[in-house]
C-alpha cells in the first residue's frame, strides 16, 4: 500500500493483482476509514472479490464506486461474473466498451476465449455474464465527483474503442492498458488500432502533467514524467511514428 503525501493531496493507493494476466486491481480512497473506487476486478477462481474485501476491511473502507478501464475480461471478470457482489454500487465504463460487460467474447483473443470456456465448462460451474444494474457511461473530458475525490475522464480509444483513463484531482492517473512504465496496451486484439491509439497515446496521454503518478492496468506503477523521457512508444507517438517501433 502507498499514501502518496504532497502539500495538496494525500491517496490512500493500493492494489490487488489478479492471479490470471497479473492484472492491477486498483483500490483508491482519500484515505483510510473513507469511501474508495475500485478499479478493474481481475480474474481468479472463483473471483477476486475476497482478496479486494480483505484490502476493504485493512484500510477499513467502504465501496462507493467501481471504474472500469475498458471491457476486456481480465479487468471486468470478477464484476460481471459475480454481480450479487456489486449491489447498488456505481459502475462506471465508456459507452463503446459497455457491449463487453454482457459478451466479453467480442474482444477476446484466442487465449481469453480458451480461458473463457474452461471456466464456463468447469465442474459445477455456471457463468452468466451482465452489466450491473447502476452502470453508467462516461464520456471525454467529464468529471464526476466520487466520494471526496474528482475524477476526470478522459477516451483514449485503441488498446479498445472504448478505452477510458482517469485523472484523480489532479494528482493520479488510472492509465488502464493505455500506458505502462515502459510500455503501452496492445492494439492486435479484436476492436484494437494502432492509429486510434497513436492518436490517444499524443494527443491525450502526452500533454498531461509531468507530475501525475500513473497506475496501470498491468505491471508496476510510474510517473508521467519519467514515461515521457523513457518510454519509446510514447516518444514515438507523439512524433506520429509509433508504427515503426510497434512488433
Known amino acids: 500500500m502507498h499514501c502518496w503525501e504532497n502539500p495538496l493531496v494525500s491517496l490512500l493507493i493500493d492494489r490487488v493483482i489478479a492471479p490470471y494476466?497479473?492484472?492491477?486491481?486498483?483500490?483508491?480512497?482519500?484515505?483510510?476509514?473513507?469511501?474508495?473506487?475500485?478499479?478493474?476486478?481481475?480474474i481468479d477462481i472463483p473471483n477476486l472479490n475476497s482478496a479486494i474485501t480483505a484490502k476493504l476491511e485493512e484500510h477499513q473502507l467502504k465501496i462507493g464506486a467501481v471504474m472500469i478501464t475498458h471491457g476486456h475480461l481480465d479487468h471486468t471478470f470478477s464484476l460481471i461474473?459475480?454481480?450479487e457482489d456489486?449491489?447498488?454500487?456505481?459502475?462506471?465504463?465508456?459507452?463503446?466498451?459497455?457491449?463487453?460487460?454482457?459478451?466479453?467474447?467480442?474482444?477476446?483473443?484466442?487465449?481469453?476465449?480458451a480461458l473463457v470456456n474452461e471456466l464456463k465448462n468447469g465442474a459445477g460451474s455456471s457463468i452468466v455474464f451482465n452489466?450491473?444494474?447502476?452502470?453508467?457511461?462516461?464520456?471525454?473530458g467529464q468529471s464526476i465527483k466520487l466520494g471526496e475525490m474528482s475524477f476526470k475522464f478522459h477516451h483514449t480509444p485503441g488498446h479498445t474503442p472504448g478505452s477510458i483513463v482517469a485523472?484523480?484531482?489532479?494528482?493520479?492517473?488510472?492509465?488502464?492498458?493505455?500506458?505502462?512504465?515502459?510500455a503501452i496496451g496492445r492494439t492486435d486484439l479484436p476492436r484494437g488500432s494502432l492509429r486510434d491509439m497513436e492518436q490517444s497515446l499524443r494527443e491525450k496521454i502526452a500533454t498531461m502533467s509531468d507530475d501525475l503518478r500513473v497506475l496501470p492496468g498491468h505491471g508496476d506503477e510510474t510517473t508521467m514524467k519519467n514515461e515521457k523521457?523513457?518510454?519509446?512508444?510514447?516518444?514515438?507517438?507523439m512524433e506520429w511514428k509509433l508504427e515503426g517501433v510497434v512488433g
Open 21 to 42: 494476466y497479473q492484472t492491477n486491481c486498483w483500490v483508491i480512497a482519500p484515505s483510510t476509514g473513507k469511501e474508495c473506487i475500485i478499479v478493474d476486478p481481475g
Open 86 to 113: 456489486f449491489v447498488d454500487i456505481d459502475c462506471f465504463v465508456h459507452e463503446q466498451d459497455r457491449d463487453l460487460l454482457t459478451f466479453p467474447e467480442r474482444a477476446m483473443g484466442p487465449q481469453s476465449q
Open 229 to 237: 523521457q523513457q518510454n519509446k512508444f510514447l516518444k514515438a507517438a
Open 167 to 182: 485523472t484523480i484531482d489532479d494528482y493520479a492517473l488510472v492509465s488502464g492498458d493505455v500506458l505502462f512504465k515502459g
Open 131 to 140: 452489466e450491473p444494474a447502476n452502470t453508467y457511461d462516461v464520456s471525454d
Open 81 to 83: 461474473s459475480r454481480i
